[in-house]
């Protein structure tokens, strides 16, 4: 499954994730949970608001954790807005992919 992650623009300005400047990463994993972990440890985080890291007039989270139920099949490229993003992969490969 695919778990997609959209990113809100906090402070104005978007964090860039493994070195990489998006606005969503896409991560492939068995379930929401698995997906999560894996986001955290690629430096996604799910508790901007409450640790003062993201603005709480900025639209909340930079972030949100993922449930079950929230995954794609296949890679949801259609929610991948300018200036793109891009999918970890279960096998450890990153792939771009451009926004529409």
Known sequence: MFFFYSQTNSFGEWKSVRGLVSRCVIIEAANASDANGIAVANGLYFDGIESGADCPC????????????????DV????VYSP???????????????GV
């Open 58 to 73: 900025c639209g909340g989270d930079r972030w949100v954790a993922r449930a079950e139920g929230d995954g794609y099949k």
């Open 84 to 98: 793109g993003g891009f999918v970890l992969h279960l096998s450890g490969r990153i792939e771009q992919i451009e």
């Open 76 to 79: 949801p490229v259609t929610q």
